[in-house]
């Protein structure tokens, strides 16, 4: 089994920063792009940045100069430094990646976390 487990979220005030993290583990052959989605009430979930396992990022329009994804390949691990927070960056964070897994060795496929919260006050 495969499991990606978040932490970081929280409350903190507009312009604060906070930093997201998700270790992936259990049986991974092979791990491919790790990412982070958003997910706010009334919404959609939105791409907020991913990164292949060769370092190459692509952001969402609203972390656009304001967050940086980054990973640890040796851990598992993927980062979400968040800067200038605004009231609207508030919803719920997805980690995401895409891997192989020694129960299915020829299927890539996609899994979650469970989800972190971050609320930004005005």
């Known amino acids: 089994q495969v499991q990606l487990v978040e932490s970081g979220g929280g409350l903190v005030q507009a312009g604060e920063s906070l930093r997201l993290s998700c270790a992936a583990s259990?049986?991974?052959?092979?791990?491919?792009?790790m990412g982070w989605y958003r997910q706010a009430p009334g919404k959609q979930r939105e791409l907020v940045a991913s990164i292949t396992n060769g370092g190459f990022t692509n952001y969402g329009d609203p972390a656009k100069g304001r967050f940086t994804i980054s990973r640890d390949n040796a851990a598992k691990t993927v980062y979400l430094q968040m800067n200038s927070l605004k009231p609207e960056d508030t919803a719920v964070y997805y980690c995401n990646a895409n891997l192989k897994s020694w129960d299915n060795k020829f299927i890539l496929r996609d899994y979650w976390g469970q989800g972190t919260q971050v609320t930004v006050s005005s």
């Open positions: 259990g049986s991974i052959l092979k791990l491919n792009d």
